[in-house]
């Protein structure tokens, strides 16, 4: 599985640090929806989901959170903890995050509206349909 980090560009200066996100520049679809996770409690682990058709890019704007990212033949673990640093989620890959620092504040982009019906909740309907699809 390949994994696309989206480097964005910091305007920094003496002031501080500034990013911006623009639809089909840096961010590599339309954005019709943005949602942000804080506050999550130590231990918890969410996500537990893939999506049929949906592409996000999250970024952890303050602190860090671990993904696994599984595709239905290979699972990655990595890292989220640069507010430059995008992570590209395809469709049809399940995500699990997990070890929120305390100040965690994970931002994401997605390409839909919020939609129940595009989700894959079941871990073995996921690999049951990941598989179909390569084959
Ligand atoms: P959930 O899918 O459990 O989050 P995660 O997969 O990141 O652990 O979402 C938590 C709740 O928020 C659930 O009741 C659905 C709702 N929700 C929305 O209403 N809109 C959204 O854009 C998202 C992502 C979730």
């Not at 997605?110 to 049951?128: H, K, M, P, Q, V």
């Amino acid at each position: 599985m390949q994994i696309k980090f989206i480097q964005l560009q910091k305007h920094g200066d003496e002031r501080g640090s500034l990013v911006s996100l623009e639809e089909q520049k840096n961010i590599p679809f339309p954005i019709k929806r943005v949602y942000y996770l804080f506050g999550t409690k130590e231990g918890v682990r969410r996500g537990f989901h893939a999506h049929k058709t949906l592409k996000q890019v999250a970024i952890s704007l303050r602190g860090s959170c671990r993904f696994l990212l599984d595709d239905g033949k290979e699972k990655i673990e990595l890292l989220l903890d640069n507010p430059a640093q995008g992570l590209l989620i395809e469709s049809m890959i399940w995500r699990e995050m997990y070890d929120f620092s305390d100040d965690c504040v994970l931002l994401v982009l997605t390409d839909d509206y919020y939609d129940e019906s595009d989700y894959i909740r079941s871990y073995e309907e996921f690999t049951n349909q990941a598989v179909s699809a390569i084959s």
